[in-house]
């Protein structure tokens, strides 16, 4: 197992000096000089233009930029933005709890919605329950993540007037910040009222996010319980005449590698669909700081806040690997995971 | 049997894949055939005439904040989600091919390379690559596609040197290479015929996966172009108006809607017609 782990961490640490040069290309594959693109059309000095360009390091060459630049994302040094003027670093941090947030939320509700259909749907193969559960699998990756979040705001905050249309809380909560995450902080407070606006303010998000996530999902753990129904120890366990209830559980014990293959895969996709369900609700998370800062062409926080997603994204898969060695022992002995 | 019999038994004899088929075929008509079928101009303006629900006289589906008819801008959106659309696949599952190929047939330190380089371009997510790669280069369509095959080409390029990896140990490859035939000729002429059928499968899904990033991209304001019409830039446009004109918003996201359930459904049929193995390919494909 730590053979594998190692080996994991190093194939990690390879792809992220890959990340690394991808992200750092980005500022100059931009057509011509990246601080005119930044200000273009706008009233900034020529004087003013090369002050940033000596402040981005755009006077040096390449690969002392790349080593300058990565030296700074180890220490944490991610650049100052040069809109705002503060460093990247802070303003990522202030936004990675919503986003991280949102995700897990999303993740909750496609564990609580895809786990009863896969059942049912495994257990009544063939039947109307199956069939619908297909289609509506076939709906939910069909559906863009924006126009479902633009439908549910029509229809349950300008409608029927349920749910906040965008934000995480409501104004004036009074709420201190010690996680960041809006609805762990209200309840360590106590304050139930704020609890109760994080959570009506987390809802459409979390299930527009999480609506494609729970098609796969469910229809992974359909296939993987279709799997395991029909072997032997599960018709032994049925003669011995154990509950339903027992039964279910050793099949969903067997079913769970695969199905956490393909959850890791997606909680990264997850993320970059955080970035299109953020702006739709407002959420202010590291999405919407992204689409924010291309929108004022603010190229260092674009740079900074695209690697940190990216940091998040292989940290995940890289996660799901060892956990899936964890649980399937045949991996680690053929060796390095999916790949 | 007629043409269309043959297809229906191809496609497992299901209505729901001919619909679907149908669907998307009236959506390339369309789109094809957009100045002549569009009642109207999609940039005509008429500020009198604004908002006007679905259903009113003139306008089929209603105008949008300045009069434009939404029913000839949803015609002429649908040439960009289609342009996009097919060019992006193509020529990301041409790069893809190539890169697969070479990795897989030439193997050693080539194919670790490769490798390294599709796991690093694996560790983004994809849209957030395609947006990083369209603000720096700037908003248009040229822009959009490349974009798209730039994040989509390792997709093709992993299935292609899995497949190929098991196929050059086969008989008719090993013999082809003791006859002497040159390396590009038994990747093109006996590897690659050999990997169609996946490759097909992916591309056909993939093109629903690239239209709603370029509707994303342009919901997000980095579409090709403000003045020309496209699905997402329309969606953008109506959030505006949620609370006066619930049809700006919702019927250009049910278009996309609409055509990406079809490439789906088509896809998946496809999968079953042509890939008896689809478990295999269904992994190979998760880029994990």
């Given at each position: 197992m730590l053979a594998f782990i190692v080996r994991r961490l190093w194939q990690t640490v390879l792809v992220l000096f890959g990340v690394s040069i991808i992200v750092f290309s980005l500022i100059h594959i931009?057509?011509?000089d990246a601080v005119d693109v930044m200000f273009?059309?706008?009233?900034?000095?020529a004087e003013q233009r090369e002050v940033y360009r000596q402040q981005l390091g755009l006077d040096q060459p390449l690969v002392q930029q790349y080593f300058s630049y990565m030296f700074g994302v180890v220490q944490g040094d991610l650049g100052t933005s040069v809109?705002?003027?503060?460093?990247v670093s802070g303003i990522i941090a202030s936004t990675v709890p919503a986003t991280v947030e949102l995700t897990l939320a999303a993740l909750i509700v496609a564990i609580v919605i895809a786990i009863p259909v896969a059942v049912v749907s495994a257990l009544r193969q063939g039947s109307v329950w199956d069939r619908g559960g297909s289609v509506l699998a076939l709906f939910g990756i069909s559906m863009p993540s924006f126009w479902l979040g633009i439908m549910l705001i029509l229809i349950?905050?300008?409608?029927?007037?349920?749910?906040?249309?965008?934000?995480r809380l409501a104004a004036g909560s009074g709420m201190t910040q010690i996680t960041g995450f809006v609805v762990v902080d209200a309840v360590l407070q106590g304050n139930w009222a704020a609890a109760r606006s994080g959570l009506l303010h987390i809802a459409l998000p979390a299930i527009t996010l999480g609506t494609a996530i729970t098609a796969t999902l469910s229809r992974v753990l359909r296939s993987g319980l279709l799997e395991v129904k029909g072997q032997d120890y599960v018709d032994a366990l049925r003669a011995r005449g154990l509950r339903f209830a027992t039964v279910l559980r050793h099949m969903l014990r067997n079913a769970l590698p695969a199905t956490i293959i393909v959850m890791g895969v997606r909680i990264g996709s997850l993320l970059g669909g955080a970035i299109v369900v953020e702006v739709v609700f407002g959420w202010p998370g590291l999405g919407r700081l992204v689409v924010d800062a291309i929108q004022n062409r603010d190229f260092p926080l674009v740079q900074g806040a695209v690697l940190v997603l990216a940091f998040l994204f292989v940290l995940v898969n890289l996660v799901t690997d060892i956990v899936q060695a964890w649980l399937d022992p045949r991996i680690k002995l053929t060796g390095g995971g999916s790949r | 049997m007629t043409g269309i019999e043959k297809l229906y038994r191809f496609f497992g004899s299901s209505m729901f894949t001919m619909v679907a088929l149908a669907v998307l075929i009236l959506f390339v008509v369309v789109g094809v055939f957009a100045p002549w079928i569009a009642?109207?101009?999609?940039?005509a303006q008429d500020l009198a005439g604004r908002l006007q629900p679905p259903l009113s006289e003139g306008h089929l589906l209603g105008t949008d904040s300045l009069g434009r008819d939404v029913l000839s801008r949803l015609i002429y959106g649908s040439r960009i989600s289609l342009i996009v659309g097919f060019s992006a696949v193509l020529l990301s599952a041409v790069i893809g091919v190539i890169v697969g190929l070479v990795s897989g047939y030439v193997g050693g330190w080539v194919d670790s390379l490769l490798m390294r380089i599709v796991d690093a371009w694996l560790a983004f997510p994809f849209l957030l690559l395609a947006i990083a790669i369209v603000a720096v280069l700037g908003r248009g369509l040229d822009n959009i596609v490349i974009a798209l095959v730039i994040t989509g080409w390792v997709l093709y390029a992993r299935l292609v040197r899995g497949e190929t990896l098991s196929l050059r140990e086969r008989e008719f490859v090993l013999s082809a290479r003791g006859l002497g035939a040159n390396p590009v000729a038994i990747m093109t002429k006996h590897i690659l015929p050999n990997c169609l059928a996946p490759i097909m499968v992916v591309a056909t899904l993939e093109v629903g996966v690239v239209i709603v990033t370029e509707a994303s991209l342009s919901f997000l304001g980095l579409g090709a172009s403000a003045s020309e019409p496209s699905w997402g830039g329309m969606l953008a446009d109506g959030r505006a108006y949620l609370t006066r004109a619930w049809w700006l918003a919702t019927l250009p996201g049910l278009a996309i809607f609409v055509i990406v359930l079809a490439v789906n459904v088509l896809g998946d049929a496809l999968r079953d017609a042509l890939d008896p193995r689809h478990e295999k390919v269904r992994t190979e494909n998760v880029p994990a």
């Open positions: 931009t057509p011509g273009a059309g706008e009233n900034v000095s809109r705002r003027g503060t460093s349950f905050s300008v409608g029927l007037q349920w749910f906040p249309a965008s934000g | 009642p109207s101009d999609p940039n």
